[in-house]
C-alpha cells in the first residue's frame, strides 16, 4: 500500500518548535517533489513549503519564510517540517504531499498522495 505517514505535532507555546515527520511506505520518495500544506479550522487548505526531488531547491510561503525549513532524507524515505518561532496563527492541521516529478508543485490538486495530517496547536 503507497502511503505517507505522519509523525510529530502537538500542543507548544508561542515561540516553542516543533518538527513534523513524513514518512514514504512502499514507493521511495526520490523522484517526487514534496509539499506541506495545513489547513485551520474554517479556512481553506494552504501551501507552506515545497521541496523539488532533484535540485535541492525549497520555496516557503511568507507567513513562514525565515521560521519553518522544509527538508529531506532520501535515505530514510522522509520528509520533516522544522519548525520554529511559532504563532497562534500557526495552528492547524499539517499534511505532507508527494507529487512524481522532480519540480516543485504550488497546487493542491497537483499531488498524488497525501500523510493523514496531524494537528499543530500554538497556544499559553
Known amino acids: 500500500q503507497l502511503q505517507l505517514v505522519q509523525s510529530g505535532g502537538g500542543l507548544v507555546q508561542p515561540g516553542g518548535s516543533l518538527r513534523l515527520s513524513c514518512a514514504a511506505s512502499g514507493f521511495t520518495l526520490d523522484y517526487y517533489a514534496i509539499g506541506w500544506f495545513r489547513q485551520a479550522p474554517g479556512k481553506e487548505r494552504e501551501g507552506v513549503s515545497w521541496h523539488s526531488s532533484t535540485d535541492g531547491s525549497t520555496r516557503y510561503a511568507d507567513s513562514v519564510k525565515g521560521r519553518f525549513t522544509i527538508s529531506r532524507d532520501n535515505a530514510k524515505n522522509t520528509v520533516y517540517l522544522e519548525m520554529n518561532s511559532l504563532k497562534p496563527e500557526d495552528t492547524a492541521v499539517y499534511y505532507c504531499?508527494?507529487?512524481?516529478?522532480?519540480?516543485?508543485?504550488?497546487?493542491?490538486?497537483?499531488?498524488?498522495?497525501w500523510g493523514q495530517g496531524t494537528q499543530v496547536t500554538v497556544s499559553s
Open positions: 504531499a508527494a507529487r512524481w516529478g522532480p519540480t516543485i508543485a504550488i497546487m493542491i490538486d497537483e499531488y498524488d498522495y
